[in-house]
């Protein structure tokens, strides 16, 4: 390893890198399609974009550090990153996105229809694959993560605009929408290795708590994140009138005028010149950029905890840097 590499997802792909060139082969294999070109031309798209593959390089190091030597961890691997591409497509036409890690989305490339049905497809290959691995209960944990993701979306819609969210709303929506793949991703990795239920329980306990962060963290950068590091315009949530906990926080501490100013411009959607300007002011009075941070610095926290719980290896201790370097995106 190369002292080049220095963040934890980076050492972690490094030290997995055999096993994930297999998952990218296999996934590669799996969105083919015989008859319908236009399915590869999407997926590969946004599959091959640039992204992390975080949630697949879970599932590989949890099954690792618990032991496991078959095959089977390659499949689940490649689940979870079919399942989570199939959600970004579907998510970006809701979304009526045009940007997605710096690229054009494949709703704006090519249309609404293909995204949606590519999206169907993915989730399609993707129990194929969970199947392929005989194992009931890791079918159960990931088909369980698909409802949470679509119940997430759908409690998201219909909570956005409200401006009576309140954050445990906001927390159930964020454990749907992220940190369900999360949990599953590394609560399959143990239970594909047999591991003992105490390390699968810590597992999923890491892989929530690191989700929330995570997405927590997502929120935060869109009111102050770097563009051209984030592929997303600041302000998009804005924009989109999505209630984040920056916001949810900023309206719990409003007075009169400062809670007409939200309900016009999420609730009403009547937004104007300036308002982004107006809506990162408040922000900064009231703190709640900061109190946001601090919360997931708290979750962050829990994640670090969860792992020391799991048997001590290098992929541990990158696992435990790589819920600080979630958080420290916005330091």
């Excluded at 083919?32 to 946004?46: F, M, Y």
């Excluded at 989305?105 to 609404?112: E, G, I, K, P, V």
């Excluded at 991703?185 to 003992?196: F, M, N, S």
């Excluded at 962060?213 to 563009?227: E, R, W």
Aim: glycine residues 6%; negative net charge.
């Amino acid at each position: 390893m190369t002292d080049a590499i220095v963040k934890p997802h980076e050492r972690l792909a490094e030290a997995l890198a055999g096993d994930l060139a297999e998952v990218n082969g296999l996934i590669r294999e799996r969105m083919a399609s015989e008859h319908a070109p236009r399915i590869p031309e999407v997926t590969a798209h946004l599959v091959e974009a640039g992204g992390k593959r975080l949630r697949p390089m879970l599932t590989l190091a949890a099954a690792r550090m618990c032991g496991y030597d078959g095959r089977f961890h390659l499949n689940l691997a490649a689940t979870v990153e079919f399942i989570h591409t199939a959600t970004l497509l579907h998510d970006d036409v809701v979304d009526e996105s045009s940007q997605r890690r710096g690229r054009p989305t494949a709703n704006l490339l090519w249309d609404n229809k293909s995204s949606v049905l590519v999206g169907d497809y993915l989730f399609a290959r993707s129990f194929q694959l969970m199947v392929e691995t005989g194992n009931l209960r890791v079918l159960d944990i990931l088909s369980n993560a698909a409802a949470v993701i679509a119940e997430g979306e759908v409690l998201q819609m219909t909570a956005a605009q409200d401006l009576s969210t309140d954050e445990a709303v906001y927390l159930q929506v964020i454990r749907g929408k992220t940190a369900a793949l999360f949990s599953a991703a590394t609560e399959v990795g143990g239970v594909i290795a047999g591991a003992p239920e105490a390390q699968i329980r810590a597992l999923y306990t890491y892989g929530d708590a690191l989700g929330i962060a995570f997405q927590i963290v997502d929120d935060l950068l869109d009111y102050g994140g770097n563009s051209a590091a984030t592929g997303k315009n600041v302000g998009d949530d804005f924009r989109e009138r999505k209630l984040t906990m920056p916001v949810i926080k900023a309206v719990a501490l409003a007075d009169d005028e400062e809670r007409a100013f939200w309900r016009r411009v999420i609730e009403k959607g009547d937004q104007r010149d300036g308002d982004l300007d107006r809506a990162l002011s408040l922000l900064a009075k009231h703190g709640t950029m900061e109190a946001t941070r601090a919360e997931a610095l708290d979750w962050a926290a829990k994640a670090k905890s969860a792992v020391m719980e799991l048997p001590q290896s290098a992929i541990r201790d990158m696992l435990h840097d790589l819920a600080d370097f979630v958080v420290e995106r916005i330091s």
